[in-house]
């Protein structure tokens, strides 16, 4: 069957700026991480408090994405996406002018969520352009707008240390303006836009177990990173006793890979599968994370983390090249949904680390904690494949490289989709 090549069958513009509003949102969304350091030095912090200051942007981001996911479906997603530019104005202004208490940096940062749910829209403004086959590409280029963390931890530190942590809010204004007005010139809605769905169908969706075993990987995938990123900054410093500037410039450089990895790994998955890409990168991950809780000498926990963050972005991207198959007629309340999932799980991996820091003393603790979960997200998706090949269709099976164990079942899967 003929494919149409990636370039012809899309919308470049749309493309552009649907990743330029989730790179800069992204940006905004995980600032509180690398200037934590210089809040924590004036408001003298314990490390619970550290980790619940860096997480709680990322419990906002999982409360306002199925929001925002669910006003895309029914206003569009150009529409919705003017909206979370203006709004993410909002706490950067109250963070820059009114925030010196603790208890109102938390507000700030459980409404810096607003720049998070940009996931929910971004994602599936892009991907409505592309058919099945270059799904993964088109949403990984999107999704790797989490580069927008490379910017917040290469500049945040520093100026915060020139002019304040304060002002690195004011600053942050600059580029939201900018990709607002990009963002209005070229983004366009998709004409195959599905027409909104009935509530009843919302209720359905999340009664299938499909979207729960989808939201399980993506907590994990994703958690995992932007939990990562939002506390490396605080571990660098904490741990090795870095500075703050230093701290950030390694935090740059271990996400640096998972940030440009993503459309990679949504590339890679639309050729071999994102289920077969799954199973090989959470083992590496467990791997990489179980020897980083030993807490070894700094040159080899960054060459790991350097390693396992460019596997969480890979396993971001196969995961989303995943879903749309398997629920393509709501790609934007999936996409919000599972995001949501993403949020949820970078939220609790914060909390953990700096909670269990205070509890027994060590970070070590809550790093074999997050490798042993990895390990066991492996083992789970061998039975969630047996699973998906009795439920999934069996185009998406094919698409997704899901097959059970048996021969027969896999030649049966693939003749039936070669017919359609």
């Not at 149409?4 to 509180?32: C, E, N, Q, R």
């Amino acid at each position: 069957m003929h494919k149409t090549s990636f370039t012809k069958s899309g919308h470049l513009p749309t493309l552009v700026s649907a990743f330029l509003y989730f790179d800069i949102s992204f940006m905004v969304w995980v600032l509180f991480g690398p200037i934590t350091p210089f809040i924590a030095e004036q408001l003298h912090l314990t490390a619970t408090q550290k980790g619940l200051l860096t997480a709680l942007p990322l419990l906002g981001g999982s409360f306002f994405r199925p929001i925002l996911g669910l006003l895309a479906d029914r206003l569009g997603g150009r529409r919705v996406g003017l909206i979370g530019l203006s709004m993410t104005l909002i706490p950067l202004v109250l963070g820059w002018h009114f925030a010196t208490e603790l208890c109102q940096l938390y507000v700030v940062g459980f409404l810096l969520g607003i720049a998070g749910a940009s996931f929910a829209v971004a994602l599936p403004l892009a991907g409505r352009w592309y058919p099945a086959e270059h799904q993964g590409l088109a949403m990984g280029i999107a999704g790797a707008g989490n580069s927008g963390t490379l910017i917040a931890t290469l500049f945040g530190p520093r100026l915060a240390q020139h002019y304040g942590w304060h002002a690195v809010f004011g600053v942050a204004l600059l580029p939201i303006c900018a990709v607002l007005a990009v963002f209005f010139l070229l983004a366009r809605n998709s004409p195959s836009k599905a027409a909104p769905k009935p509530w009843s169908s919302y209720g359905a969706l999340l009664r299938t177990t499909d979207t729960w075993r989808l939201c399980l990987l993506y907590s994990v995938t994703f958690g995992g990173f932007v939990g990562m990123t939002s506390f490396l900054s605080v571990f660098f410093h904490d741990q090795y006793q870095l500075s703050k500037i230093a701290a950030g410039d390694l935090t740059t450089i271990v996400v640096l890979s998972g940030s440009f990895l993503r459309p990679v790994g949504g590339w890679l998955a639309d050729r071999f599968g994102g289920y077969r890409m799954l199973l090989g990168l959470f083992g590496v991950i467990a791997l990489c994370l179980a020897v980083v809780s030993m807490l070894p000498p700094i040159a080899l926990v960054v060459t790991l983390l350097f390693a396992a963050m460019g596997m969480l972005g890979m396993a971001n991207g196969a995961v989303f090249q995943m879903a749309p198959q398997r629920f393509p007629a709501e790609i934007e309340l999936i996409t919000g949904i599972v995001g949501a999932a993403g949020g949820l799980g970078g939220f609790f991996l914060p909390s953990l680390l700096g909670t269990l820091k205070d509890l027994t003393g060590t970070y070590a603790t809550g790093l074999a904690c997050f490798a042993l979960c990895t390990a066991g997200i492996c083992i789970l998706l061998l039975e969630f494949g047996v699973g998906w090949t009795r439920s999934w269709p069996s185009a998406a099976l094919v698409r997704a490289r899901i097959f059970s164990y048996r021969e027969s079942t896999r030649k049966a899967a693939i003749a039936e989709a070669g017919s359609e």
